[in-house]
């Protein structure tokens, strides 16, 4: 694609890992007043660092951070979206910057995903897949997605997402997903390359799958979440070759009491660089995180830290984490809430276990996704939005 677009998760992969090498938490905060409260921010760089915010009352305000710590909003757009709904950011060397926006056919609790320069792709409010373009609809697919289905690409142009949802009664009527589907979108047409049904009371959890390779065969496998009941909640990746799923397997089930498991990234985590999965864990005592690694017929779980604010049970926004070098030092940490949502906290691996490396304060609960940018000189800001009407803004020193 010519253009480049940009995501509350940070890749079309869907795995919240960033790239570049920051210098935190040696960084200076800078605030910028925004005209309500943030739900949704989206980073890129230019000559400055800028953000897409999205306000609870659906306007859009555009915001620039210079890199001596100036800051100034360039736009504000009122009812940009119907409702809070995430948004894209688009950077075309043609067109400049712009934002999909979207028509009241598209589901409100998603946003389309671009396929190529001239086509996209998205779940509308019926549960179709549709293949959209400028001039109206190019195809559709039924397939029952949920509403809050997050489409994920891997490199290959391959797009995963959940489908055949259901109301589950006992979570509190949300629906669930009973099928994974791997597609694309190629000559105006969309084409299924694979489908997985669960059986019996199993559902996918979340709002999608995401990519990463967790075997070192360099292909993207999918990494997903499956629930038997709220007590029973276990990994589960399924390998993936050139056509289609050639394995899967699974984590041990979820402990005693919690509630909901979720992978949100895969990488080099551990000292020794190998690759491992982050979930974030919850139950009713607070939010925990953890990382399993692939052994061959398993995923084991490696390592847990707890005491993290975790997002509230059926929330839309699962993007308050983050994942890469943001100390510099050439491996990735993992950034999460700490327990008074008011503060982002860094964890680091080591041989055996898991630690707090650093702490940074927002000055207010944080209610927006984190909304890291690689800057020009492969350096790293970080912004999120609170409560009290501000993006705050942490710029190298």
């Known amino acids: 694609m010519l253009d480049r677009y940009f995501y509350t998760y940070h890749h079309p992969a869907g795995n919240h890992l960033v790239r570049g090498s920051g210098s935190f938490p040696v960084v200076k905060a800078v605030d910028i007043p925004l005209r309500g409260r943030p739900v949704w921010a989206v980073g890129y760089a230019m000559d400055t660092a800028v953000w897409h915010v999205v ?29 809070a709904q995430p948004p894209v950011v688009g950077v075309s060397m043609i067109e400049g910057t712009y934002v999909l926006r979207y028509d009241d056919s598209v589901s409100p609790r998603t946003h ?7 086509e996209v792709l998205y779940i509308n409010r019926a549960g ?14 039924p397939v029952m997605a949920p509403p809050y289905a997050r489409l994920a690409m891997n490199s290959r142009g391959q797009v995963a997402l959940y489908a055949n949802a259901a109301v589950r009664a006992r979570s509190g ?64 990746v399924h390998l993936w070759d050139d ?38 864990s919850m139950s009713r005592a607070g939010g925990a995180i953890e990382f399993f690694r692939y052994t061959g017929d398993a995923l084991e779980h490696s390592a847990d830290l707890q005491g993290f604010g975790a997002n509230e049970v059926f929330s839309r926004n699962l993007d308050q984490t983050a994942a890469g070098d943001f100390n510099g030092d050439g491996r990735p940490e993992i950034l999460a809430l700490d ?31 984190f909304a890291p940018v690689e800057l020009l000189d492969g350096g790293m800001a970080l912004a999120a939005g609170t409560a009290d009407g501000r993006l705050r803004v942490w710029l190298p020193r």
């Open 55 to 83: 306000l609870e009352n659906g306007d859009l305000q555009v915001v620039e951070a210079a890199p001596d710590g100036t800051a100034q909003t360039l736009a504000h757009q009122l009812a940009w979206f119907m409702g």
């Open 339 to 369: 327990a008074s949502g008011r503060g982002v906290v860094a964890i680091e691996r080591g041989a055996m276990d898991a630690a707090f490396a650093w702490r940074l304060d927002a000055g207010d609960v944080i209610t927006s996704n």
């Open 112 to 118: 389309p995903l671009p396929v190529n320069d001239y």
């Open 243 to 280: 056509d289609g799923i050639r394995q899967e397997v699974d984590s041990q089930p979820s402990g005693q009491g919690e509630i909901s498991r979720r992978p949100f990234s895969a990488g080099p985590f551990h000292c020794s660089g190998q690759i491992e999965i982050a979930a974030m």
């Open 128 to 141: 179709d897949l549709v293949l959209g373009r400028e001039e109206g609809v190019a195809a559709s697919l």
């Open 173 to 236: 009527n949300a629906m669930a997903a009973k099928a994974l589907l791997v597609v694309e979108a190629r000559e105006g047409q969309i084409r299924i390359l694979t489908r997985t049904d669960l059986t019996g009371e199993d559902t996918y959890t979340g709002i999608g799958p995401f990519w990463a390779d967790i075997d070192g065969d360099g292909r993207e496998d999918l990494v997903t979440s499956v629930s038997r009941d709220p007590l029973e909640e276990r990994l589960r």
